[in-house]
């Protein structure tokens, strides 16, 4: 297989509290008043049509990520490791919360030891607009215990328990599994993730028509405060500024910034990495489909080794990589 970078086919998700900000990013949301996220790379385990991603232009379009990866992922993979159901072990999704998402967390290491048919989480969320007095909800508050979290539930108080943390564009927000969170309303985020959907919902803001549940959340909650965001660690890239975001056991998150137009060469080291276009534009020198606009993601296969990035002045850009399997 001759490898090439793969683009895709977005998959918009229509939710009670989204809007149409993703329209500002290439999307194109149709009829649909209320879009809250659109899957930019999935491989879900547990849905075929609708949570697994379909090439959208070039010698492999039609086909799915899934599809490639069963025919031959070392081209795809190199030394890196699928998820444990054969799958690309990474959900890349952008998010707009026009309200608040529900308070939620996702299931822990105990959890899903006796439930095979869940899947842990680790998530980070990469703020990419906020509006004035935007706050989002991660961790729960020293000294709150299950059992006064039960009672905040049953009253209606529970967003009093949870750490409260302004929105600032440009910030990360690493979300482990265990973490009790929600996006507040008026933000956009970039989301990175491992691939799994499942999720426990403690409190939805007064709507009714979604199921909470209460009894999983709390034996997956992390009764403690979420670990603070560390300072940044900041390199050039030729004129580019190169800031680590993230690094978590499942990947490192990197956004590229360039102040001039440039062309800069990105050493693709025996792992999958995953472009998303933030603003600007950009292009891969050499190689079949189409540029890289605002709120289009690729993925560079590990076959590939390098790549030539080409960027006008004052693009950004996220570059998600996969770490290799230990030997």
């Known amino acids: 297989m001759n490898p090439v970078p793969m683009t895709f086919a977005p998959i918009l998700k229509p939710k009670v509290w989204g809007g149409q900000r993703l329209a500002d990013y290439g999307k194109d949301l149709g009829a649909m008043d209320a879009v809250g996220e659109s899957w930019e790379l999935a491989d879900l385990p547990d849905s075929i049509e609708e949570g697994r991603s379909v090439v959208d232009s070039g010698p492999l379009a039609g086909k799915t990520?899934?599809?490639l990866l069963e025919e031959d992922s070392s081209w795809i993979m190199g030394r890196a490791s699928c998820s444990d159901e054969g799958g690309f072990p990474l959900l890349i999704k952008y998010l707009d919360a026009r309200e608040d998402l529900s308070m939620q967390v996702h299931p822990d290491e105990q959890w899903v030891r006796s439930h095979p048919e869940d899947h842990l989480k680790t998530e980070s969320w990469i703020i990419l607009e906020a509006e004035?007095?935007?706050m989002l909800y991660k961790g729960i508050r020293p000294g709150v215990d299950p059992d006064?979290?039960?009672?905040?539930?049953?009253?209606?108080?529970v967003v009093d328990l949870v750490e409260v943390v302004p929105a600032r564009v440009g910030d990360c927000h690493d979300l482990p599994s265990g973490t009790c969170h929600a996006l507040g309303k008026g933000i956009l985020v970039a989301e990175?993730?491992?691939?799994?959907?499942?999720?426990?919902?403690?409190f939805d803001w007064g709507r009714t028509d979604r199921t909470l549940h209460i009894e999983q959340a709390l034996q997956c909650i992390a009764?403690?405060?979420?670990?603070?965001m560390e300072a940044c660690e900041r390199t050039r890239h030729g004129s580019a500024q190169v800031t680590r975001l993230s690094k978590t056991p499942h990947y490192l998150i990197d956004r590229i910034d360039a102040v001039d137009a440039d062309v800069i060469t990105l050493q693709i080291g025996d792992a999958p990495e995953v472009l998303m276009m933030l603003a600007g534009e950009g292009s891969l020198e050499g190689q079949p489909g189409p540029g890289l606009e605002k709120g289009r993601t690729v993925l560079i296969p590990a076959a590939m080794e390098s790549v030539e990035l080409r960027l006008t002045a004052?693009?950004?850009?996220?570059?998600?990589?996969?770490?290799p399997a230990e030997n």
């Open 223 to 228: 009764f403690e405060p979420a670990a603070k």
């Open 132 to 134: 004035e007095g935007a």
């Open 192 to 202: 990175i993730q491992t691939p799994s959907d499942t999720t426990f919902r403690v």
């Open 148 to 157: 006064a979290f039960a009672r905040a539930i049953e009253d209606g108080s």
């Open 65 to 67: 990520l899934h599809a």
């Open 314 to 323: 004052n693009a950004s850009l996220l570059r998600v990589t996969l770490p």
